[in-house]
Protein backbone atom coordinates (compact mmCIF):
# COMPACT_ATOMS: atom_id res chain seq x y z
CA UNK A 1 0.00 0.00 0.00
CA UNK A 2 1.26 3.55 -0.85
CA UNK A 3 2.28 5.50 1.95
CA UNK A 4 3.91 8.04 3.46
CA UNK A 5 5.58 9.28 7.07
CA UNK A 6 6.59 12.20 7.93
CA UNK A 7 9.31 12.98 11.60
CA UNK A 8 9.28 14.30 13.97
CA UNK A 9 5.54 15.50 14.70
CA UNK A 10 7.11 18.11 15.64
CA UNK A 11 10.58 20.11 16.02
CA UNK A 12 11.80 22.94 18.16
CA UNK A 13 14.60 24.75 17.02
CA UNK A 14 17.09 28.08 18.40
CA UNK A 15 17.93 30.45 15.92
CA UNK A 16 20.88 28.81 13.59
CA UNK A 17 20.28 25.48 14.98
CA UNK A 18 20.59 23.77 11.87
CA UNK A 19 18.43 20.13 11.38
CA UNK A 20 16.52 17.56 9.09
CA UNK A 21 12.86 16.49 8.76
CA UNK A 22 12.59 13.28 7.35
CA UNK A 23 9.68 12.00 5.10
CA UNK A 24 9.65 8.01 4.33
CA UNK A 25 7.44 6.82 1.70
CA UNK A 26 6.62 3.53 -0.19
CA UNK A 27 5.21 3.48 -3.69
CA UNK A 28 5.52 1.91 -6.68
CA UNK A 29 6.80 3.85 -9.47
CA UNK A 30 7.24 7.95 -8.26
CA UNK A 31 6.01 10.72 -10.32
CA UNK A 32 7.17 13.14 -7.76
CA UNK A 33 7.99 13.49 -4.15
CA UNK A 34 6.64 17.53 -3.05
CA UNK A 35 7.21 19.43 -0.08
CA UNK A 36 5.16 22.00 0.94
CA UNK A 37 4.89 25.01 3.88
CA UNK A 38 1.83 25.25 5.41
CA UNK A 39 1.14 28.10 7.52
CA UNK A 40 -1.79 28.89 9.88
CA UNK A 41 -5.00 29.75 8.50
CA UNK A 42 -3.26 29.36 5.10
CA UNK A 43 -4.06 26.36 2.32
CA UNK A 44 0.22 24.93 1.61
CA UNK A 45 2.43 26.48 -0.71
CA UNK A 46 4.52 24.71 -2.54
CA UNK A 47 8.41 24.37 -2.32
CA UNK A 48 10.29 21.69 -3.97
CA UNK A 49 9.65 18.41 -6.77
CA UNK A 50 11.91 16.01 -6.75
CA UNK A 51 11.50 13.29 -9.47
CA UNK A 52 14.77 10.69 -8.80
CA UNK A 53 17.40 9.69 -5.85
CA UNK A 54 20.26 11.28 -5.76
CA UNK A 55 18.05 14.66 -6.61
CA UNK A 56 18.69 17.84 -4.82
CA UNK A 57 17.39 21.48 -4.82
CA UNK A 58 17.62 24.42 -2.90
CA UNK A 59 15.87 27.49 -1.84
CA UNK A 60 17.42 29.80 0.43
CA UNK A 61 18.35 27.60 4.00
CA UNK A 62 16.47 24.80 2.33
CA UNK A 63 17.52 22.01 0.96
CA UNK A 64 15.43 18.81 -0.07
CA UNK A 65 17.43 15.75 -0.72
CA UNK A 66 15.85 12.57 -2.20
CA UNK A 67 16.61 8.41 -1.68
CA UNK A 68 14.15 5.84 -3.06
CA UNK A 69 12.55 5.39 0.52
CA UNK A 70 13.00 9.00 1.75
CA UNK A 71 13.50 12.26 1.32
CA UNK A 72 14.83 15.01 3.78
CA UNK A 73 14.30 18.52 4.16
CA UNK A 74 17.52 20.26 5.87
CA UNK A 75 17.26 23.44 7.39
CA UNK A 76 20.43 25.39 7.56
CA UNK A 77 20.62 28.63 10.63
CA UNK A 78 17.10 28.52 10.31
CA UNK A 79 14.98 32.25 11.50
CA UNK A 80 11.80 32.39 13.66
CA UNK A 81 9.88 33.16 9.90
CA UNK A 82 10.66 29.18 8.99
CA UNK A 83 8.32 28.44 11.79
CA UNK A 84 5.53 26.91 10.15
CA UNK A 85 4.13 23.04 9.33
CA UNK A 86 6.44 21.27 6.14
CA UNK A 87 4.18 18.63 4.33
CA UNK A 88 5.50 15.95 2.54
CA UNK A 89 3.69 14.30 -0.33
CA UNK A 90 4.15 11.83 -3.42
CA UNK A 91 1.94 11.01 -6.82
CA UNK A 92 3.22 7.61 -8.04
CA UNK A 93 1.64 4.42 -10.18
CA UNK A 94 -1.75 5.15 -11.83
CA UNK A 95 -2.80 8.00 -9.28
CA UNK A 96 -2.56 11.33 -10.26
CA UNK A 97 -3.57 12.85 -6.55
CA UNK A 98 -0.90 13.82 -3.96
CA UNK A 99 -0.67 11.54 -1.18
CA UNK A 100 0.32 13.46 2.00
CA UNK A 101 1.97 12.97 4.98
CA UNK A 102 0.43 14.26 8.56
CA UNK A 103 3.45 16.96 8.70
CA UNK A 104 6.13 18.21 10.63
CA UNK A 105 5.55 21.32 12.92
CA UNK A 106 8.47 23.67 13.12
CA UNK A 107 8.68 26.04 15.87
CA UNK A 108 11.78 28.39 15.57
CA UNK A 109 12.56 30.63 18.51
CA UNK A 110 14.51 33.83 18.69
CA UNK B 1 -7.17 35.52 -10.95
CA UNK B 2 -4.14 35.36 -9.80
CA UNK B 3 -4.42 32.89 -7.12
CA UNK B 4 -7.10 29.51 -6.26
CA UNK B 5 -9.66 31.50 -4.45
CA UNK B 6 -12.46 29.51 -1.87
CA UNK B 7 -15.47 30.57 -0.70
CA UNK B 8 -16.93 31.40 1.64
CA UNK B 9 -13.75 31.18 3.81
CA UNK B 10 -15.89 30.27 7.02
CA UNK B 11 -19.31 28.17 7.17
CA UNK B 12 -20.73 27.64 10.75
CA UNK B 13 -24.24 25.14 9.71
CA UNK B 14 -26.46 22.88 11.61
CA UNK B 15 -26.17 19.19 12.13
CA UNK B 16 -28.38 18.22 9.47
CA UNK B 17 -28.33 21.20 6.71
CA UNK B 18 -26.71 21.20 3.47
CA UNK B 19 -23.62 23.19 2.53
CA UNK B 20 -21.89 24.17 -0.49
CA UNK B 21 -18.36 25.19 -0.88
CA UNK B 22 -17.21 27.18 -3.89
CA UNK B 23 -13.31 27.17 -5.85
CA UNK B 24 -12.41 29.04 -8.51
CA UNK B 25 -8.89 27.54 -9.70
CA UNK B 26 -6.55 29.61 -11.60
CA UNK B 27 -7.33 30.23 -15.34
CA UNK B 28 -6.34 27.73 -17.33
CA UNK B 29 -5.47 24.85 -15.30
CA UNK B 30 -7.29 21.88 -16.45
CA UNK B 31 -6.72 19.57 -13.23
CA UNK B 32 -8.70 20.68 -9.80
CA UNK B 33 -8.58 19.22 -6.32
CA UNK B 34 -10.66 18.95 -3.30
CA UNK B 35 -9.24 17.88 0.01
CA UNK B 36 -10.04 17.51 3.87
CA UNK B 37 -7.82 18.55 6.82
CA UNK B 38 -8.73 17.85 10.53
CA UNK B 39 -7.24 19.03 13.37
CA UNK B 40 -4.27 17.01 14.00
CA UNK B 41 -4.59 15.12 10.48
CA UNK B 42 -2.75 15.25 6.98
CA UNK B 43 -4.68 16.27 4.15
CA UNK B 44 -7.05 13.79 2.71
CA UNK B 45 -7.96 13.59 -0.37
CA UNK B 46 -10.96 13.90 -1.83
CA UNK B 47 -11.78 13.84 -5.68
CA UNK B 48 -9.84 14.77 -8.38
CA UNK B 49 -11.37 16.44 -11.97
CA UNK B 50 -9.79 16.59 -15.44
CA UNK B 51 -11.96 19.38 -16.93
CA UNK B 52 -15.33 18.67 -16.29
CA UNK B 53 -15.10 14.93 -15.22
CA UNK B 54 -13.82 13.04 -12.47
CA UNK B 55 -11.76 10.41 -12.73
CA UNK B 56 -10.48 9.56 -9.73
CA UNK B 57 -14.08 10.29 -6.40
CA UNK B 58 -12.16 7.50 -4.33
CA UNK B 59 -11.56 9.73 -1.41
CA UNK B 60 -15.40 10.87 -1.08
CA UNK B 61 -15.78 9.61 2.42
CA UNK B 62 -19.72 8.84 2.10
CA UNK B 63 -22.98 9.10 -0.43
CA UNK B 64 -23.89 12.20 1.46
CA UNK B 65 -20.88 13.80 -0.30
CA UNK B 66 -20.43 15.36 -4.49
CA UNK B 67 -19.04 17.59 -6.18
CA UNK B 68 -19.29 19.23 -9.84
CA UNK B 69 -17.38 21.25 -11.85
CA UNK B 70 -18.80 23.46 -15.02
CA UNK B 71 -16.87 25.04 -17.99
CA UNK B 72 -14.05 23.34 -16.87
CA UNK B 73 -13.56 26.16 -14.16
CA UNK B 74 -15.15 26.54 -11.00
CA UNK B 75 -15.78 23.77 -8.97
CA UNK B 76 -18.76 23.19 -6.02
CA UNK B 77 -18.38 20.58 -3.14
CA UNK B 78 -21.64 19.89 -1.53
CA UNK B 79 -21.99 18.06 1.69
CA UNK B 80 -26.03 16.96 2.28
CA UNK B 81 -27.48 16.28 5.54
CA UNK B 82 -24.25 17.47 7.48
CA UNK B 83 -22.76 15.75 10.69
CA UNK B 84 -20.25 16.51 13.16
CA UNK B 85 -17.63 14.70 12.31
CA UNK B 86 -17.86 16.67 8.45
CA UNK B 87 -16.32 19.81 10.42
CA UNK B 88 -12.54 21.02 8.80
CA UNK B 89 -11.09 22.73 6.60
CA UNK B 90 -11.69 21.79 3.32
CA UNK B 91 -8.94 23.04 0.51
CA UNK B 92 -9.02 23.19 -3.07
CA UNK B 93 -6.22 23.48 -5.15
CA UNK B 94 -5.26 23.15 -9.40
CA UNK B 95 -2.71 22.20 -11.31
CA UNK B 96 -1.86 23.03 -15.40
CA UNK B 97 -1.70 19.49 -16.37
CA UNK B 98 -2.92 17.03 -13.49
CA UNK B 99 -0.49 14.71 -14.65
CA UNK B 100 1.14 13.77 -11.52
CA UNK B 101 4.59 15.25 -12.10
CA UNK B 102 3.38 18.89 -10.84
CA UNK B 103 3.22 21.19 -8.31
CA UNK B 104 -0.69 21.65 -6.80
CA UNK B 105 -1.62 25.20 -6.37
CA UNK B 106 -3.93 25.71 -2.81
CA UNK B 107 -6.33 27.98 -1.83
CA UNK B 108 -6.47 29.33 1.34
CA UNK B 109 -9.90 26.73 2.81
CA UNK B 110 -13.13 26.84 3.97
CA UNK B 111 -12.87 26.25 7.36
CA UNK B 112 -16.58 24.16 7.98
CA UNK B 113 -17.69 24.11 11.31
CA UNK B 114 -21.16 22.33 12.20
CA UNK B 115 -22.73 22.37 15.57
Known amino acids: EDQVTQSPEALRLQEGESSSLNCSYT??????LFWYRQDPGKGPEFLFT???AGEEKEKERLKATLTKKESFLHITAPKPEDSATYLC???????????FGKGTLLTVNP | GAGVSQSPSNKVTEKGKDVELRCDPISGHTALYWYRQSLGQGLEFLIYFQGNSAPDKSGLPSDRFSAERTGGSVSTLTIQRTQQEDSAVYLC?????????????FGSGTQLSVL
Open chain 2, 93 to 105: ASSSRGAGDEKLF
Open chain 1, 89 to 99: AFSGGSNYKLT
Open chain 1, 27 to 32: VSGLRG
Open chain 1, 50 to 52: LYS
